[in-house]
Nanobody, 119 residues
Framework: QVQLVESGGGLVQAGGSLRLSCAAS????????MGWFRQAPGKEREFVAA????????YYTDSVKGRFTISRDNTKNTVYLQMNNLKPVDTAVYYC????????????WGQGTQVTVSS
């Protein structure tokens, strides 16, 4: 089992920045690919970004490329999502996810953290 706890959400004005953190426990963190997803009101949960076990590969959905950066610190069992130039359309609950293998479907989820971007 893997436990994931997100933090860092909040209210920010358009153009501002936030950094989300996700602390993992319960399994060797460096054995897990990690990702971030988000779910806006009335919409399905969508993929935002992912990072490989050692951080050498990263993946982003097109709408956040150039604005968001995913990173990880395996010494702290933590994955981050740096979000810059935030837009109102980024408003959503953001979820941390862990993949047991590959990137097909996460095996573990955090409880989510709210990000609200005002115009």
């Amino acid at each position: 089992q893997v436990q994931l706890v997100e933090s860092g959400g909040g209210l920010v004005q358009a153009g501002g920045s936030l950094r989300l953190s996700c602390a993992a426990s319960g399994r060797t963190f460096s054995s897990l690919n990690m990702g971030w997803f988000r779910q806006a009101p009335g919409k399905e949960r969508e993929f935002v970004a992912a990072i490989s076990r050692r951080g050498g590969s990263t993946y982003y959905t097109d709408s956040v490329k150039g604005r968001f950066t995913i990173s990880r610190d395996n010494t702290k069992n933590t994955v981050y999502l740096q979000m810059n130039n935030l837009k109102p359309v980024d408003t959503a609950v953001y979820y941390c996810a862990a993949y047991g293998s590959g990137y097909d479907k996460p095996d573990y989820w955090g409880q989510g953290t709210q990000v609200t971007v005002s115009s």
